[in-house]
């Protein structure tokens, strides 16, 4: 199965700084190396780093001093593509990718929480890396009632940025209940557990805007290589 559709790179890198800002790897008033030192060590060109950067000062997390640099102002809860993805590296933050294994429109599985209103849903199943580091398995559902039509090949690596922008469908809450179960067998063999092996599990169940429940999940992570973490502020 072909990996989701990537988010533009400057999305990517200027999503990476939000999610090590939000880890306190990155803290306020820290001044970031030069732009072309930044831009070396991403593996990109200064233009779209200066895009990524933009993007960071749009959001009031970055303050641009001519002469000077590029200061980091660090605050709660930054506005992010991955607000709601609550794993990440064992240090902290992650650049989220994912692949998707399967797409596939079913009768919702009854061991599912109930979410929705159709009899159906979309089944995508994932493998979840953060930074390029496997991290976890992923069956998300989407109620049928939602979209027509859905394929892999459309999806975008963030699939909440994919509903708003296809879909008009904004996620505004997700609730989640951890707690342990075994890892399937679907799990593909680059996961490093076997199936059957018990693991850490997210249940999630995920409201629309206007407070429906549209999405329900399970996710089993790895907790030798990933933490799963909420900040109270």
Do not use: C
């Amino acid at each position: 199965m072909s990996d989701t559709g990537a988010l533009p790179l400057h999305m990517q890198i200027s999503e990476l700084l939000i999610r090590d800002i939000a880890a306190g790897r990155l803290v306020d008033g820290e001044r970031l190396p030069p732009e072309r030192e930044m831009a070396a060590a991403h593996g990109i060109a200064v233009g779209t780093l200066r895009k990524a950067l933009a993007a960071l000062q749009d959001k009031g997390l970055l303050e641009r001093v001519q002469g000077s640099g590029n200061y980091i102002r660090a605050k709660a809860n930054p506005a992010s593509v991955y607000a709601f993805l609550r794993l990440e590296l064992a240090e902290g933050g992650g650049l989220p990718k994912a692949r998707v294994l399967s797409v596939d429109r079913l009768p919702k599985d009854p061991a599912l929480p109930p979410f929705g209103t159709a009899p159906d849903g979309y089944r995508i199943r994932r493998l979840r890396f953060l930074s390029g580091i496997v991290a976890a398995v992923e069956e998300i559902w989407l109620d049928g009632a939602q979209a027509q039509s859905l394929s892999a090949l459309e999806l975008s690596e963030s699939l909440y940025y994919f509903y708003h922008t296809h879909l008009n469908l904004r996620i505004a809450r997700a609730v989640d209940s951890v707690g342990q179960g075994p890892l399937p067998a679907w799990a593909p063999p680059e996961f490093p557990h076997p199936p059957g092996a018990p693991l850490p599990l997210i249940t999630r169940i995920s409201h629309s805007h206007d407070g429906q429940s549209v999405e329900a999940s399970w996710t089993w992570y790895d907790p030798e290589r990933v933490r799963y973490t909420v900040r109270l502020k």
